[in-house]
């Protein structure tokens, strides 16, 4: 190798390691992305809260039309005994119908793509189920079930078995054909085919369905509960709004409400997280794009 | 998968199943295969070549149970009518939710037997393929040429009588698929399989088989079988010579043959 072809090839390894113009720029949107994927939305968030507070104060709104968030805040604190076991009730709803929801929608999904005759027989009416509105369905649950937590678990149960049975469903039947094929060639049982083919395929899909499932038993329990509406001991969050609003209790309809939003951005993060924790070794979904 | 002895000459070969006249048609009135006889002896490495729609996929899902003939049979050596076998697709076919080491133990695991109790043969097989560094990892994080070695193995990995392999480089790029070219025959030489290999590729067909059946479309048929008549072991060397130009020439002329030929049924 002749000096000059040294110093060319020095010359061409020391380039590799310059960053260029488009690089550079690509690198800085990039870090302005992840600074701002949390930072913005805080931003905002404090700004709404401020505006909110000075409408308030500017306006002199009374406190029984508009509090501003320093009393709702103030409100949670304060009621938070009520609160929290109104929280309590709601929340053990929810996690029940959910979870029958999922053996349910589970069991139905697999259940019709052993036989296409069940399916065949039985899907409508889960059609039927899922298209008619829960609040015109709970008053007749709540006159032929006696016991009002079932009447409750009941109606959440419909709303939310829907999405997980279709998304299941879909995952079932969604294997591939050659993968059958194979199975086939090697004389799997129906249970092996199951349990090692169309179930890890099926998963995906069903998380997909779990994440709406999660939302929609909480508007399932919520929306039952105000049609069931007794109170007295055992009331949920929905309860505590509709009593706060006829003592024109606003604050606390605030407080009760705020407590539902957090709920439902908390069991929608656990899906996720768990979908991620799930997929993150083999589906494209979880898997981070190499550019 | 313990073979010791080298393959015996083609003359010499003990039979392994046979298909006699075999018609297949679907929707009752669309034939696939019409008349097709074809005895595939052990050790043999026959190529079904031909253009789309002749039938040479139909047969090889004929042979691995997955249809039955409209008429006419599929007789295994010793009289059964099914065997075992293992079988590549087009594409690697691997679960992507499981490590390449658990896709390769399936064909075990339907069988009902333990990683623990197969996890020698498991490996073993990586190791044929080259693999045996990635037991752990998951499809995803192979290359193309890597997860059709992964699929091959799980076909191997029983030590099965027949191997069947439909188009499985067609979808690789030219370099990758040389070097898979290579290392099946090298597979095949030291497991003294019998493979059954469907392709359009000319070129692939001679450069790995020692039987050619060349097949024709509307209907789908045997046009012609011929014999590659060059020694094992076939490397690079094989695949400059004019030796293998010829054969590929006169394989070409025979596949030109069948699709200009005349169906007996108009399509």
Not at chain 1, 130 to 141: C, E, H
């Amino acid at each position: 190798m002749t000096a000059s072809e040294l110093s060319q090839s020095a010359a061409r390894q020391q380039a590799e390691q310059v960053v260029d113009e488009e690089e550079a720029r690509r690198a800085r949107r990039e870090m302005w992305e992840q600074i701002g994927k949390w930072t913005l939305p805080a931003i905002v968030l404090f700004l709404a809260l401020f505006a909110w507070d000075r409408v308030v104060v500017w306006n002199q709104i009374p406190h029984y039309i508009l509090p501003g968030p320093g009393l709702v805040l103030e409100t949670l604190i304060k009621d938070w005994p009520i609160l929290s076991d109104a929280l309590w009730v709601t929340l053990k709803i929810t996690m029940m119908a959910l979870s029958v929801a999922v053996i349910g929608g589970v069991g139905l999904a697999v259940l019709f793509t052993q036989s296409r005759f069940v399916e065949m027989s039985f899907y409508p009416f889960a059609v039927i189920l899922q298209v008619t509105p829960v609040v015109s369905i709970a008053p007749l649950i709540f006159i032929y079930v006696d016991n009002r937590l079932a009447g409750l678990l009941l109606c959440a149960w419909i709303v939310a078995f829907f999405p997980i049975l279709s998304n299941t469903t879909l995952g079932l039947n969604s294997t591939d054909h050659n993968l059958r094929d194979l199975y086939k060639i090697y004389g799997a049982t129906r249970w092996q085919r199951l349990r090692y083919l169309q179930l890890p395929t099926a998963l995906p899909y069903f998380l997909g369905g779990l994440r709406i499932a999660g939302g929609l038993s909480l508007i399932g329990a919520v929306v039952a509960e105000y049609v069931a509406g007794t109170g007295g001991i055992g009331s949920g969050l929905a309860f505590r709004i509709l009593e706060a609003g006829y003592r024109l209790n606003i604050p606390r309809m605030f407080a009760a409400l705020i407590l539902i939003a957090v709920t439902g951005v908390v069991i929608f993060t656990l899906a996720s997280l768990l979908s991620h924790l799930l997929l993150r070794k083999w589906h494209e979904s979880a898997l981070k794009r190499e550019s | 998968m313990t073979g010791i002895a080298p393959i015996p000459p083609m003359g010499s070969r003990d039979k392994l199943l046979e298909m006699s006249a075999i018609d297949k048609v679907f929707n009752g009135n669309v034939v696939a295969l019409r008349d097709m006889n074809l005895q595939v002896n052990q050790g043999d490495f026959i190529s079904l070549l031909g253009p789309s729609g002749c039938g040479k996929s139909t047969a090889l899902r004929l042979i691995a149970g997955l249809m039955r003939p409209t008429t006419g049979r599929i007789l295994w050596e010793g009289g059964q009518t099914t065997g075992d076998l293992g079988v590549v697709f087009q594409e690697p076919t691997l679960m992507p939710w499981a490590t390449v080491a658990q896709n390769v133990w399936l064909p075990f695991r339907l069988r009902g037997k333990s990683y623990n109790s197969v996890k020698d043969e498991v490996l073993e097989a990586l190791r044929l393929v080259g693999l045996e560094k990635f037991g752990k990892s998951y499809p995803r994080e192979l290359s193309g040429g890597m997860k059709m070695r992964v699929s091959i193995a799980r076909a191997l990995v029983t030590g099965p009588r027949l191997i069947l392999m439909d188009e499985p480089f067609a979808a690789l790029d030219e370099i990758t698929r040389h070097k898979l070219n290579n290392d099946l025959l090298e597979l095949r030489d030291k497991l003294k399989c019998t493979v059954i290999f469907v392709t359009h590729s000319v070129f692939e067909s001679v450069f790995l088989s020692d039987r050619i059946v060349v097949m024709a479309a509307r209907p789908g048929r045997v046009s012609a079988e011929l014999t590659v008549n060059a020694p094992y072991p076939r490397g690079e060397d094989f695949r400059t010579s004019p030796e293998y130009a010829a054969l590929c020439r006169e394989t070409s002329e025979a596949l030109h043959n069948a699709m200009n030929e005349h169906g007996q049924v108009p399509a």
